[in-house]
């Protein structure tokens, strides 16, 4: 199994490069934004109590995205790998990871941390959200909360995989095919 984790703030293009990830390795993506927004649109109990939330820029409880990333790697045990994007978002969801993946005879090989400055994220998220329909990318204040979300209790997330050797940073300006050649680059690295 190849494990990645895809890393950055809100807007940094995680989502984006994921598809062109799962394109050439055949990774399976999972994202737990894309998770939580289908318990949203089915309606579940999970959903409803995550809406608020989301929508609000904060993060949902550990335990709730913990077990949605548990029940997919348990229904999943022929993957030939997996791609966490948006997941861990806090140290405690790294080392649920760690123990999860451990349970499988596997972990982790590495975490790209894509870099993007402020302003151009909030430009992004500003733009992503005329079409996509998401509440929370057409507000500039729950924007800002989530990028403060990310820098309070996700940014720590970098060093705990750069303490375990497996820290990549790139430089996530540029093109989306140049952004994604310095991947392929880190990734085979
Ligand atoms: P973005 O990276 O653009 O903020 P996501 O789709 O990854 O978008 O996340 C949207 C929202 O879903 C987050 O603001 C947060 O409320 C919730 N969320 C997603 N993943 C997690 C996670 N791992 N831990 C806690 N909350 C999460």
């Known amino acids: 199994m190849v494990n990645l984790v895809l890393f950055g703030p809100p807007g940094a293009g995680k989502g984006t490069q994921s598809q ?6 055949g990774l399976l993506h999972l994202s737990t934004g894309d998770l939580l927004r289908s318990e949203i649109a089915a309606g579940t109990k999970l959903g409803l109590e995550a809406k608020s939330l989301m929508d609000a820029g904060l993060l949902v409880p550990d335990e709730v995205v913990i077990g949605m990333i548990k029940s997919k790697l348990q229904s999943n045990p022929n993957a030939a ?17 760690d123990t999860l993946l451990l349970g499988l005879g596997t972990s982790i090989h590495c975490m790209i941390s894509m870099a993007v400055p402020r302003q151009e994220l909030i430009d992004r998220l500003l733009l992503r959200g005329q079409d996509s329909g998401r509440a929370d990318d057409q507000d500039r204040g729950i924007i800002e909360q989530r990028i403060e979300e990310y820098m309070l209790k996700t ?5 705990y995989y750069r303490n375990q050797g497996k820290l990549q940073e790139i430089d996530g300006l540029g093109t989306i095919q140049s952004i994604y050649q310095r991947i392929q680059a880190a990734v085979n690295a």
């Open 20 to 25: 062109y990830l799962i394109r050439d390795m």
């Open 81 to 97: 790998g997996f791609i966490f994007d948006g997941f861990p978002r806090t140290i405690a969801q790294a080392d649920a990871l």
């Open 155 to 159: 940014a720590p997330v970098a060093d």
